[in-house]
């Protein structure tokens, strides 16, 4: 967490020096984009909350893609969420930003602590209560302990391909700096704004017993993620944006997985329970 906070704010003098090249732009992207589905279509739609069914390989594979987001073992994640999810904004919430209070001073406290300070706190939620599921199955605890592996690999792998590509240290070194640090400061921090900002400011469609809400501007970065009203009305569902020019980047990719025949059983919205859910007119959060 804080290496790649360091990162970025060495950008200045880093950029200054030498400069952002096409091959670390593609890194960056590339690296941030696949781990990111890793969390959003595996960590947090198929394992917390089963959208979908899947064979083992597709099962492991997304969990380490997961794990290469570098937000945590896949067992210990699901545990945190599906505690979120139960107590959602009341007591208990690991990471609500109504934590300490509706005023001002208490809601800037409280979305520091639900952005990032709740990272810090020694009582983890219990993965015996909460992921019994995934304790059971016995590979997935293998993933899941070898998480360091998986986060290593995460900021290798740039690095590696630069400096093969390039063919020098510095190529190395430069794809590390920006597919590795600084795509892991920005990939951290769109993820928990969704924790922070999804349930503070944005509108509310649907009609949901917390203050989870949707935010346009971060709907490409996380992967569809954003629309987080939705998803705190109907859980599991495999699709978040279901209104009209909604982007739901992991929802198109659970749909390719259903197409090739590595996935099954999704659990698309249904339309009437939606209408059923719809506030008329649209309201906004308060």
């Known amino acids: 967490m804080i290496v790649p906070f360091l990162a970025v704010a060495a950008i200045v003098p880093v950029v200054w020096g030498w400069g952002l090249s096409w091959l670390d732009l593609g890194l960056l992207v590339g690296f941030y984009f696949i781990p990111l589905l890793g ?36 067992v210990q994640w699901v ?44 009582r983890q939620s219990n993965a ?19 998480f360091v592996v998986w ?27 920006w ?12 993820t928990w704004s969704v924790n922070s900002i999804c349930h503070v400011i944005g509108t509310r469609p649907f009609t949901s017993r917390d203050r989870a809400t949707n935010v346009w501007p971060l709907a490409v970065l996380s992967g569809g993620e954003s629309w987080h009203n939705l998803h705190h009305v109907d859980p599991t569902s495999a699709r978040h944006g279901v209104l009209r020019g909604q982007v739901d980047m992991s929802a198109r990719v659970i749909w390719a997985f259903e197409k090739l025949g ?25």
């Open 39 to 74: 969390v959003t279509v595996g960590y947090h739609r198929y394992f917390t909350h089963g959208s979908f069914k899947a064979g083992k390989p597709l099962r492991y594979g997304i969990a380490i893609i997961g794990c290469m987001a570098i937000q945590g073992p896949v």
């Open 79 to 122: 545990a945190d969420h599906r505690r979120h999810h139960a107590f959602s904004d009341r007591e208990g919430d690991p990471h609500s930003p109504w934590r300490y209070g509706t005023d001002s001073r208490s809601l800037v406290k409280g979305m520091w602590h639900a952005h990032l300070g709740w990272l810090f706190d020694r």
């Open 128 to 146: 015996e209560r909460y992921a019994p599921d995934l304790l059971k199955d016995k590979g997935l605890k293998i993933v899941s302990r070898l």
């Open 151 to 177: 986060a290593f690999l995460s900021l290798a792998l740039p690095a590696v391909i630069g400096g093969l590509v390039t063919g020098s240290w510095a190529g190395a070194l430069s794809a590390f700096f």
């Open 179 to 190: 597919a590795g640090l600084v795509r892991t400061f920005l990939l951290h921090h769109v």
């Open 262 to 286: 590595w996935a099954h059983s999704v659990k698309w919205p249904d339309p009437v329970r939606l209408a059923a859910k719809r506030h008329v007119p649209v309201g906004t959060a308060g």
